[in-house]
């Protein structure tokens, strides 16, 4: 099946993943998809991920994290889509919920959050917002 979007694929399969209450949750795999995987680790929104390599297609799979049996992720949005692409410069980096949740950039410099890519002065592409 054709994706059109494979990150917006990937961010809704762990918020259905967490609002059914499964361990882990598993998607085709993309160098794009394990990044924001290693933010949402960094961040503590999930326990770990790792990459099974098997036919037809490699998979990125992740283990979700849950506090007093509710998802930690209360919100998972896809900010930046193929029809409308968000950049934004260093001196305008969004903040979710006034810095309480985490917006994931994708800079020239890798995928990180917004306080990394401030910290490292560097703008790019806003690809999704946790909270």
């Known amino acids: 099946m ?24 598993a998607a085709p795999k993309s160098n794009l998809k394990i990044e924001i995987a290693r933010v949402l680790q960094e961040q503590g929104y999930i326990e770990e991920y790792w990459v099974e390599e098997s036919k037809p297609y490699d998979r990125v799979h992740v283990r979700l994290k849950y506090f007093n049996d509710k998802h930690v992720i209360d919100g998972l949005r896809r900010e930046s889509t193929p029809g409308r692409r968000r950049y934004y410069g260093v001196a305008d980096l969004p903040k979710v919920l006034d810095g309480l949740g985490v917006a994931v950039i994708s800079t020239s410099k890798g ?21």
Do not use: Y
């Open 2 to 25: 054709h994706v059109t979007d494979p990150v917006a694929d990937f961010l809704t399969r762990i918020r259905n993943a967490g609002s059914a209450r499964h361990a882990t949750c």
């Open 111 to 131: 995928v990180m959050t917004d306080k990394q890519a401030a910290a490292a002065k560097v703008g790019g592409e806003f690809l999704c917002s946790v909270w």
